[in-house]
């Protein structure tokens, strides 16, 4: 059976069900001092600030072939081959065609396990990992926006580059955009060193394909506004956090009425921050003990201590905290997201 970990990361979370009881690391975590405050952001918006046309597949009818390159959990670059289809009608679905382990050579057939994990986690690939850049006064506040002089090639047409560098040292997103229809075909993510995370490269289109037979991507558990008075279906008040990283303000919260269609699996609030490029998700639920219910945690007895993992980029820490179990996930270096949990109170 799934544990709660595993269910929460195919719910949210990205490629990284395997990651965290395998190859997690310990830390002990201080607790936030008071007074500490969300981060300092850069300046005020400017009126004048506008970010150019994108379009993003999921929007319109494709089929898109794609290839994704990313960090493996050995720090080596591996590929995937995604098929993704959308029917312009807010429907997609995407799937995983093809593997390898190297940066390059021809694709393997992809291990089940991995094909299914694709099938569970493809809203959120869609949703999160994927960059969708923010309003415009939120991007102009925390990343340096240039066109760059050269093209680059992508499923036969030479896309516009857009860069965006990030004011407080968190890297630099290339988005390739085809010039005569807008539509976004590929970006890259660099860290703050310049060194690559994970690039998505379209190879091919079709824009009027077959949807005949297509089982569209659906939730898993029923998603809604999180509202006052949750608090009891939770069976805790959620932690809050006393800081969060530069730039970063929440944008949503939310609530995932998993245990209604998931049995054993409890409800789960989550809230998402943005510094308008890069996401931050802090999900939280009620602690399980050895019997699935309770641990019985108190709001005197915080557990500091979390285990943390990287997959392709993705920063995920987890732990205990009075009570709460609690999930962060996000492309930050990991001492934020460290930051970010020992911060959380009730």
Sequence with gaps: MKTILGLLLLLLLPALASCLPMDADSKSIQMAQSGLGSGARVGAAASTFSLPPMVHPESIL??????????GLNGNLERILEVFLADGQGSFRLDIGGFSSYSTGPF?????????????????????????????????????????????????????????????GFGQVVFRVDPSSDLLLGWEVSDGQGRLIRKLETQ????????????????????????EGDEALLGVSPLQARYLPPGFEFQSERFLEASLVLPGV???????????????????????????????????????TARWCRYGGIQVVEGQISGRQAYLVSPLPSDELLAVFGSLLP
Aim: proline content about 9%; overall charge negative; some cysteine.
């Design 62 to 71: 494709v089929r898109a072939e794609r290839v994704l390159t990313q960090v």
């Design 108 to 168: 393997s057939p992809p291990p089940a396990l991995l094909v299914a994990s694709y099938f569970d986690r493809q809203r959120y690939l869609v949703r999160f990992r994927d960059p969708h850049p923010g309003s415009p006064e939120e991007v102009h506040k925390n990343w340096d926006w240039g066109t760059l002089a050269a093209t680059h090639a992508l499923a036969g047409v030479d896309c516009v580059q857009h860069q965006a560098t990030s004011r407080h």
């Design 204 to 227: 091919a289109l079709d824009f009027n394909p077959d949807l005949s037979g297509v089982l569209w991507s659906q939730p898993l558990v029923s998603e809604r506004d999180w509202q």
């Design 266 to 304: 409890p409800d789960i609030h989550f809230r998402v921050a943005s510094d308008g490029i890069h996401p931050l998700i802090i999900a939280q639920h009620q602690a399980q003990g050895i019997g699935g219910g309770p641990s019985g945690g108190t709001e005197s007895t915080p557990v500091e």
